[in-house]
T-cell receptor
Framework: GENVEQHPSTLSVQEGDSAVIKCTYS??????FPWYKQELGKRPQLIID?????GEKKDQRIAVTLNKTAKHFSLHITETQPEDSAVYFC???????????FGKGTRLHILP | SAVISQKPSRDICQRGTSLTIQCQVD?????MFWYRQQPGQSLTLIAT?????????ESGFVIDKFPISRPNLTFSTLTVSNMSPEDSSIYLC???????????FGSGTQLSVL
């Protein structure tokens, strides 16, 4: 089955700087890669996603890149703000069974 | 996004008892899943709830411990049976809407087992 590795587990960046979270996946059949943000005590919220036929996708301060050959994908947050502090999860899924498998998460701290 | 109603939102239960969690969606969905999130941990898939048939369980999860029903396209239940303190966790219903691959989560059920 699919296995998703995520790094780092914790990340602290100065407000205004950029944050990068990296993930790798094992199943070459995976073709859909969403990212979720979870604030304390709340449900995970989808923030951006990318399909395997696209190498990069951007939505305002958030971007995701995908290297299908290397089986890794990354989340980039620019001009970080205090409200970006949360736990971020990457995930992967394939058409074979539509199951979405999550990485272990990255706790992002934005320092004032 | 789909409106996903999950209840109860939290419960405190005694060891050896069972709890049934309900998940109701406002529109037809293709896939319904149940996840578990232990304190400070990631989201672990328990099973895929299949309409009108037995759920598909992930490794480490069995039907006797986590029976799941899905009688129609918009409703599912997860039962946590014969609970022990190790079952203390947040249980999350999640859905993929028809025609949309995106996965959305319910608000979760925080379960504490004494």
């Amino acid at each position: 089955g699919e296995n998703v590795e995520q790094h780092p587990s914790t990340l602290s960046v100065q407000e205004g700087d950029s944050a990068v979270i990296k993930c790798t996946y094992s199943d070459s059949a995976s073709n859909y890669f969403p990212w979720y943000k979870q604030e304390l005590g709340k449900r995970p919220q989808l923030i951006i996603d990318i399909r395997s036929n696209v190498g990069e996708k951007k939505d305002q301060r958030i971007a995701v890149t995908l290297n299908k050959t290397a089986k890794h994908f990354s989340l980039h947050i620019t001009e970080t703000q205090p409200e970006d502090s949360a736990v971020y999860f990457c995930a992967a899924s394939s058409n074979r069974d539509d199951k979405i498998i999550f990485g272990k998460g990255t706790r992002l701290h934005i320092l004032p | 996004s789909a409106v996903i109603s999950q209840k109860p939102s939290r419960d405190i239960c005694q060891r050896g008892t069972s709890l049934t969690i309900q998940c109701q969606v406002d529109s037809q969905v293709t896939m319904m899943f149940w996840y578990r999130q232990q304190p400070g941990q990631s989201l672990t898939l328990i099973a895929t709830a299949n309409q009108g048939s037995e759920a598909t369980y992930e490794s480490g999860f069995v039907i006797d411990k986590f029976p799941i029903s899905r009688p129609n396209l918009t409703f599912s239940t997860l039962t946590v049976s014969n609970m022990s303190p190790e079952d203390s966790s947040i249980y999350l219903c999640s859905v993929v809407r028809t025609g949309n691959e995106k996965l959305f989560f319910g608000s979760g059920t925080q379960l504490s087992v004494l």
